[in-house]
């Protein structure tokens, strides 16, 4: 069975760069999924970021899209986000998941 | 973009009577492979949601039967028989056909 977790900081200070990985154990990186970053802002709903595949292909919430990567890192059986030019709208609970298997979520705090 | 619209953003149910929450999307989510990509998951009070329905009515392994999916198209149907006070939380549809997208969430609670 696969699992996901999360890490990363909990702070960054505005105009900073959030960086998260999310480690996969139980499963190989490189099969035929499409893992996914998903965000929940306090008290709000579920955002989707976007995903990679373990080709390196990736797609993103137009929303985002111009300051979110994602990346995977098949040595180590993980993948990342990075998410730029960050404010308080982005302090969010943050997850990785797939489509039926979520990570326990890790939250993160933009503030100076 | 599609966009998802669930109904309603609330409700609250005695337990053992029926509940629906309605999602509709602003496109079709009927793919060319046949599939229909549409989900349904549950987010209990401070955990990862987790999946109930794929592909509009296929029930996750573990859930029960309580618990069923229907629609087509860009109008689905996520319908519990009897609820159950562990049935509490926020439900919400998500699209799979075009990136990804979830609906604002419906909160059921019990009566």
């Known amino acids: 069975q696969v699992q996901l977790q999360e890490s990363g900081p909990g702070l960054v200070k505005p105009s900073g760069t959030l960086s998260l990985t999310c480690a996969v154990s139980g499963g190989s990186i490189s099969s035929d999924e499409w893992w996914t970053w998903v965000r929940q802002p306090p008290e709000k709903g579920l955002e989707w970021i976007g995903e990679i595949y373990h080709s390196g292909s990736t797609n993103y919430n137009s929303s985002l899209k111009s300051r979110v990567t994602i990346s995977v890192d098949k040595s180590k059986n993980q993948f990342s986000l990075k998410l730029s030019s960050v404010t308080a709208a982005d302090t969010a609970m943050y997850y990785c998941a797939l489509w039926n298997i979520w990570g326990q979520g890790t939250m993160v705090t933009v503030s100076s | 973009d599609i966009v998802m619209t669930q109904t309603p953003l609330s409700l609250s149910v005695t337990p053992g009577q029926p509940a629906s929450i309605s999602c509709k999307s602003s496109?079709?989510?009927?793919?060319?492979?046949?599939?229909?990509?549409l989900y349904w998951y549950l987010q209990k009070s401070g955990q990862s949601p987790q999946l109930l329905i794929y592909e509009v009515s296929s029930r996750f392994s573990g859930v029960p039967d309580r618990f069923s999916g229907s629609g087509s198209g860009t109008d689905f149907t996520l319908k519990i028989s009897r609820v159950e006070a562990e049935d509490v939380g926020v439900y919400y549809c998500?699209?799979?056909?075009?990136?990804?997208?979830f609906g604002q969430g419906t909160r059921l609670e019990i009566k």
């Open positions: 496109q079709s989510l009927l793919h060319g492979d046949g599939k229909t990509y």
């Open positions: 998500m699209q799979g056909i075009y990136l990804r997208a």
